[in-house]
């Protein structure tokens, strides 16, 4: 008999909680031990979005805090003003009154990240601005630890972007300081939520994970990974972009003609830098036309296939007004066999002998490799090389019959200069000096490996690799006076000055089908980064009425051109996005919706977004250690990896002085 099942409450509170798409996830965790069954709930979440927070009360399914965490100072640097009347610095037991005066067993914080992300140039995350931003993170965990001093979590969750690493080092630094201070053991690691989740896109994070030393003693196991998917396994299960009944977020956005353009032309899972590859005379494209694709009286000239369904019949059924011809595979009347001026292979069956049987009135002819008249000699002309074997000598004996040779002697005289214009390589002999030693006198010159004088030395014009040391500095360090170049791989928009060129971020980027997707920032849009997909399904085109004239290249509309892969090169819809993230699931896309209509605030939120799945699979293991933690256990074999070296070691040993 089964042992009765017992549930387990975890509860978990959010900070920073955006649109709560990560308590969504906790809300799908699993986690068994034995007949303990964990059963997550949120218990709250904060945040200074009112949009996210009316977000997160749909997704996490429970009350959400519109509060703000900065601090007077954060405030100012970040606003650039005085908070507003009424505004007031929040305090640990505002984050107790958010949590509804429960204790979370579970803190998961997602900080703002566009400060540390590496969309924001070196300069710009220096700013007062977006270092008040930054410090958010440090101020959120204190208030979450302080909250609770007295009956602390048995977790701390803290996710951002990779590069916090980084440029927020010293707030990581001050946040492990803390986590010492009450009583917790840490370690930092990353992770891929696409590998997590199963998403069918890369998106890497920074994890840090704090367990109670009294509280916690066993592993923690690592989520097992699964396969990226391609996006096309998730895009197929939505509708078509503009479906009626999908809604605004489904919705294809009006471009530039000439963007649509540029999409055309770059190749699936390349970006910008295919256009690099066209051909450009005047403006122009020199190679390559572009066409409406609208037919002219349903189908001018059209040839319907043998087995398909013709078109209505019309009053004018001609072959130059609509699709009324048809590709008959049966011979022509009269022709008397199929195949006029046919020619058979000399080792196939020819067809039926008839009594009219000319070229002109079947295959009645044959490609005959015998060459008709007197035998012939295969190698007239033929030349044999001097170290060659002669061909049997014939009656004519001349080079009609082969009877030519490749001959090394000259036959010069002894005065004659078999070396004019010669130039000897480095690393052989020179010939004898004579008296007239120019170059039509004989082997007077050499291939010098060496730099001309007065070059500088190292190669006039010389460009030197970017792993390489450089040549000596000199007075007239120019390109044209040594090798005073080098190949920097490093695009010009990484000081964040000049980002005019689109030199970095996939800009125009498409996706193939099959591929799986980069992260979904916050801001993804066509042309700041591969944001568009080839999508091989049929376009769905709403005005029926033809077109001859091409958009002007500034003017806004929605255009499908078929690029030489056959596909729509086409910008991913704000839902397409969403379902990237696994923010719902593709096979019940009906009724989803997020607050508001903006687009580019949809957007934002989507890309700050942690994906449900993913989070799902992390809290799994959250709830295994923990009911592993509360029956009393300390160890506990899976055939799962623990979550990286470090991590081990950090939810395992009690000494402070093991931190990484």
């Given amino acids: 008999m089964n042992a009765l099942v017992v549930e387990k409450e975890i509860r978990v509170g959010h900070l ?81 009154r958010a949590m509804g005066f429960e204790r979370p067993h579970i803190w998961f914080v997602s900080a703002p990240c566009k400060g540390f992300s590496g969309l924001l140039s070196e300069k710009t995350s220096l700013s007062p601005k977006y270092q008040a931003l930054n410090g958010l993170t440090l101020r959120a965990v204190w208030l979450a630890l302080e909250a609770f001093k007295d009956d602390p979590a048995e977790f701390f969750l803290f996710e951002n972007v990779p590069r916090i690493a980084n440029r927020g080092r010293s707030l990581l630094d001050q946040i492990q300081a803390l986590y010492d201070a009450y009583r917790y053991a840490y370690a930092e690691t990353t992770h891929d939520c696409g590998e997590l989740g199963g998403l069918a896109q890369s998106r890497k994070r920074f994890l840090m994970v704090a367990r109670h030393r009294e509280k916690v003693p066993p592993f923690l196991y690592e989520p097992p990974k699964k396969r990226l998917r391609g996006v096309g396994e998730v895009l197929e299960r939505l509708p078509m972009p503009g479906h009626e009944r999908a809604g605004p977020m489904h919705r294809m956005p009006s471009l530039q003609w000439k963007t649509w353009v540029r999409l055309a032309f770059v190749e699936a899972g390349s970006d910008w830098r295919s256009l690099n590859r066209l051909k450009v005379e005047d403006g122009h494209l020199a190679d390559f036309s572009i066409v409406p694709a609208e037919r002219w009286h349903g189908g001018v000239l059209g040839v319907h296939r043998w087995e398909d369904t013709s078109g209505t019949i019309t009053g004018h059924n001609g072959a130059t007004n609509g699709a009324f011809n048809v590709a008959d595979p049966r011979a022509r009347e009269g022709a008397g066999q199929y195949g006029q001026y046919g020619v058979q292979r000399m080792e196939d069956p020819m067809g039926a002998v008839i009594n009219v049987k000319s070229p002109g009135q079947g295959g009645f002819a044959v490609s005959d490799p015998r060459i008709p008249g007197p035998p012939r000699f295969n190698n007239v002309f033929r030349i044999v090389p001097w170290a060659g074997i002669s061909p049997a000598v014939a009656g004519p004996g001349g080079p009609a019959g082969g009877l030519a040779v490749a001959d090394p002697r000259t036959g010069f005289g002894a005065s004659t200069h078999h070396n004019v214009m010669s130039v000897r390589s ?73 980002r005019d060129g689109y030199s970095t971020q996939g800009h125009y980027g498409v996706v193939p089908w099959e591929r799986p997707s980069g992260a979904v920032p916050a801001f993804a849009k066509n042309n700041n980064g591969p944001w568009s997909v080839a999508d091989p399904r049929p376009a769905v085109v709403e005005d029926d009425e033809p077109r001859f004239d091409l958009p002007g290249a500034d003017e806004k509309l929605v255009a499908v051109i078929h690029a030489q892969d056959g596909t729509w090169h086409r910008p991913f819809t704000t839902l397409e996005l969403a379902a990237l993230q696994s923010l719902f699931d593709p096979d019940e896309w009906f009724g989803f919706e997020m607050d508001g209509n903006s687009d580019s605030a949809h957007r934002e939120r989507i890309g700050n977004a942690v994906p449900p799945d993913a989070a799902a699979a992390v809290a799994g293991v959250m709830g295994r250690t923990l009911l592993l933690a509360w029956t009393g256990e300390t160890f506990m074999l899976s055939s799962d990896p623990i979550w990286v070296q470090p991590l081990t070691v950090a939810l395992s040993v009690d000494t402070p002085e093991v931190r990484e």
């Fill in 16 to 96: 920073c909680c955006g649109s709560g798409f990560g308590g969504k996830g906790f809300r799908k965790g699993n986690a068994r031990v034995g007949n303990l069954v964990a059963k997550f709930r949120n218990i709250g979440g904060i945040d200074v979005d009112p949009a996210g927070i009316r977000d997160f009360e749909r997704f996490a399914g429970v009350k959400g805090t519109l509060l703000d965490l900065m601090s007077l100072e954060q405030y100012r640097a970040f606003h650039g003003k005085e908070p507003p009347a009424g505004w007031r610095e929040a305090t640990p037991a505002d984050v107790q």
């Fill in 426 to 498: 480095w690393d052989a002999t020179a010939k004898t000096v004579t008296g007239g030693t120019h170059p039509a006198g004989g082997a007077g010159c050499v291939a010098d490996p060496r730099a001309a004088a007065g070059f500088g030395g190292g190669g006039k014009y010389r460009v030197t690799h970017f792993e390489e040391p450089a040549g000596s500095v000199i007075g007239a360090s120019t390109t044209g006076q040594g090798a005073f170049a080098v190949a920097d791989p490093r695009p010009r928009a990484l000081n964040g000055e000049h």
